[in-house]
């Protein structure tokens, strides 16, 4: 029941955040979005390194002065594995005209809908690869570390809800129906999360490259797609406080429950 629950809570920031169509007319003002576009940033970022990283490190400890390799080479096929997605799958970006990936006939809302779960599957994969390593005992995770790193991820998910069902109202899409793509776009959270849980007797032996992995494609997420919105334009400094927020935040949960 535990875990289920670690798996459903960054869900359940995004379904909330979303839920904002339903109390706000309007979409959010620009210089709002770069704070949490930044705030959201920093949260991955922290994760990654300190939910990610460096526990994959720690558990190679036995390869001495090589305990980066596995950290490495999970990080840097994470990277690529959101590459390929990118390149692969058709989607649209907020405020972006040319849709990016494989030519489609897609319709827009589709397109936008599939932009922000590009976002969420790395973020459904470190849940699920974190409490996989809590299942199969690890000493380097511990439970209260895997709800940080789920809290961490569901309040940075908030604005991200928000962020994508009120431009579908804007759209012409009714109230009930942006909420439901606005809460869609992070359903790949949850399954995802559960598809590797369900996989950790299995799993447990690359655990370190599958915790890098995940970090991997996260900060690609935050240095090819966040970081760039929330700088755009004016204000880009709201977008760096932002970050800092976030980062310090996630820190904070981290090492305070982990």
Not at 70 to 97: N, Q, R, S, T
Not at 221 to 228: F, G, H, K, Y
Request: aromatic share 8%; with cysteine; net charge negative.
């Amino acid at each position: 029941m535990n875990i289920f629950l670690g798996i459903m809570i960054p869900f359940l920031g995004t379904a909330a955040g979303a839920a904002c169509v339903f109390f706000m007319k309007d979409q959010l003002n620009s210089q709002v979005q770069k704070v949490l576009l930044g705030f959201a940033s920093g949260v991955m970022i922290a994760a990654s390194v300190w939910s990610l990283l460096i526990p994959a490190m720690d558990m190679a400890a036995d390869m001495g002065k090589f305990a980066f390799i596995p950290a490495a080479a999970g990080f840097l096929m994470g990277i690529f594995f959101l590459l390929a997605m990118d390149k692969l799958v058709p989607h649209l970006h907020l405020d972006h005209e040319e849709p990016e990936g494989l030519p489609s006939s897609w319709k827009k809302t589709t397109m936008l809908l599939l932009a922000v779960t590009l976002h969420n599957i790395p973020e459904g994969m470190a849940v699920g690869v974190v409490f996989a390593g809590l299942l199969g005992q690890n000493a380097m995770i511990t439970a209260m570390g895997a709800f940080a790193l789920s809290i961490g991820i569901a309040i940075q998910n908030f604005p991200e809800g928000a962020i994508i069902s009120l431009p579908l109202k804007s759209e012409g899409l009714g109230k009930g129906k942006a909420f439901l793509f606005g809460a869609a776009s992070g359903a790949v959270e949850p399954i995802g999360a559960l598809v590797t849980v369900l996989m950790a007797p299995y799993i447990t032996p690359v655990l370190p490259y599958l915790l890098a992995f995940a970090a991997g494609a996260m900060v690609y997420v935050v240095v090819e797609e966040l970081i760039p919105e929330s700088a755009a334009g004016d204000h880009s400094n709201l977008g760096t406080m932002g970050f800092a927020a976030g980062f310090v935040l996630m820190m904070i949960l981290d090492v305070a429950l982990g």
